[in-house]
């Protein structure tokens, strides 16, 4: 069983910066792809990032891009979201979740998700 805890969300003046982090309770991690999703009040959760299980290929939303980088720790089964340049349009919960195909933008292509960290950005 996979479990995915995320931490490191909070209250943020626009322009500034937070890292999510998303630990991950499953032997096999460094084999699971990792996502980040996000959803604000009112609207569907939408893709934010995705990274390979090496490493090696990384995917943004265009909303984010530029402003978000997503990395791995495979030896502490943890995946981060690095979150620079916020407006208040980033106010969502944050979501990390895992999935066996090798890149994915889907929420139906992930199979185990974590229970969301709260990011508000005041203007």
């Known amino acids: 069983q996979v479990q995915l805890v995320e931490s490191g969300g909070g209250l943020v003046q626009a322009g500034g910066s937070l890292r999510l982090s998303c630990a991950a309770s499953?032997?096999?991690?460094?084999?699971?792809?990792m996502g980040w999703f996000r959803q604000a009040p009112g609207k569907e959760r939408e893709f934010v990032a995705a990274?390979?299980?090496?490493?090696?290929?990384?995917d943004f939303a265009d909303s984010v891009k530029g402003r978000f980088t997503i990395s791995r720790d495979n030896t502490k089964n943890t995946v981060y979201l690095q979150m620079g340049s916020l407006i208040p349009d980033d106010t969502a919960v944050y979501y990390c979740?895992?999935?066996?195909?090798?890149?994915?933008?889907?929420?139906?292509?992930?199979?185990?998700w974590g229970q969301g960290t709260q990011v508000t950005v005041s203007s």
């Open positions: 499953v032997f096999t991690f460094s084999s699971y792809a």
């Open positions: 990274i390979s299980w090496s490493a090696s290929n990384t």
């Open positions: 979740a895992a999935s066996s195909q090798f890149l994915p933008r889907r929420r139906s292509e992930y199979s185990h």
